[in-house]
């Protein structure tokens, strides 16, 4: 069993920063692809970001291309996602996500996709105010 537990989302104003964090336990959290989606209130879960096993892949919306980053630290179990130049369409419950059975080569339609991932987590909620 995998538990991903996300911290980090608040009240920010547009154009301010939040970083969420995303701990995992239970396996080699190395060896995991991990992503992070969000669900806003009527929409459908989407991807955001995603960051192959090997740490040297990464993916992004082109929503939040060019603001926010992900990124990991293997040694502390935990994956994270720097959002920047946040904007009131960020806000959303996000989501942190773990395929702990990844390919050896990861593809964008495979990172992308909700239905890779076998955990996740409880979500956050983000709320950015204009």
């Known amino acids: 069993q995998v538990q991903l537990v996300e911290s980090g989302g608040g009240l920010v104003q547009a154009g301010g920063s939040l970083r969420l964090s995303c701990a995992a336990s239970?396996?080699?959290?190395?060896?995991?692809?991990m992503g992070w989606f969000r669900q806003a209130p009527g929409k459908e879960r989407e991807f955001v970001a995603a960051?192959?096993?090997?740490?040297?892949?990464?993916y992004y919306a082109d929503s939040v291309k060019g603001r926010f980053t992900v990124s990991r630290d293997n040694a502390k179990n935990t994956e994270y996602l720097q959002m920047n130049s946040l904007k009131p369409e960020d806000t959303a419950v996000y989501y942190c996500?773990?395929?702990?059975?990844?390919?050896?080569?990861?593809?964008?339609?495979?990172?992308?996709?909700?239905?890779?991932?076998?955990?996740w987590g409880q979500g956050t909620q983000v709320t950015v105010s204009s």
């Open positions: 960051l192959a096993w090997s740490g040297s892949t990464t």
């Open positions: 996500a773990a395929d702990t059975e990844p390919p050896y080569y990861s593809h964008r339609a495979y990172a992308t996709n909700s239905r890779t991932y076998n955990y």
């Open positions: 239970g396996r080699t959290f190395s060896a995991f692809t």
